[in-house]
C-alpha cells in the first residue's frame, strides 16, 4: 500500500476521545462551539490527524520496499522533496525540501520509495534535526551504502508567525555518513548538484 494511504490507527481508534478534546480546547480559547463554522471541525482535525501523524505507523523497511542488487557506485541523488511536518515543541507546521544523496555499495531501492521515506519520516510530531539523522540513519542500515548525505531546508511557522514573527526565515540541517565524511570531493559534488 502507497505511504500516502496510510492513516494513523491511534487516532483512528481514539477518535471520539480526540474529538471532543478539541471540541473542549475551542470552548477554552473562547470559541462558541456551536456555531455553524465549527460543529464539524472537531471531526475534521481528527482526520486530518490520521493522515499528518500517520508516521507512528510506519515500517521504514516496508517503506523502502524491495532493494535491487545493482553494480552502481556512483553519487545517487534524489533532490527537491517537498515535506510537510508538526513542530514537536508548539504543534505548528513545518516544511520545505529535502536532498538525499547516496553511494551504492551493490544494493538501489527505487527512486520513489525516498519520497515515501520523507514522507513516513515527517508525518509525525518532529524537529528538524532529528529528521536529517533518521532519514540518513535509516538508508545506512537499510541499503548499506557507502555514503549517504541528507540535507534538509525548513520554514517553521512556529518561528514565522508566533515567537520573534520572521517569516521566510530558513533553517538548514545536514547528516554526513560514510564516504561523505572524508571524501570532501564527494560531499562538494553533492552540493554543488542539489543547488542546480
Known sequence: MPFREYR?????????QIEGHIREILRLIGEDVDREGLLD???????MYEEIFAGYDADYREVLGVTFDENHEELV??????????????????????HIGYIPSGKIAGLSKFARLVEAVTRKLQVQE????????????VLEPHGVMVVVEGEHLCMCSRGVKKPGSKTVTSAVR??????????SEFLSLIKE
Open 178 to 187: 560514510g564516504v561523505f565524511r572524508k571524501d570532501a570531493a564527494a560531499r
Open 8 to 16: 494513523n490507527h491511534k487516532v483512528m481508534e481514539n477518535r471520539e
Open 77 to 98: 541523488i534524489v533532490k527537491d522533496i517537498v515535506y510537510y511536518s508538526q513542530c514537536e515543541h508548539h504543534m505548528a507546521p513545518f516544511f520545505g525540501k529535502i
Open 130 to 141: 532529528r529528521i536529517t539523522s533518521e532519514i540518513a540513519d535509516i538508508l545506512v542500515e
Open 41 to 47: 471541525t472537531p471531526a475534521r482535525v481528527t482526520r
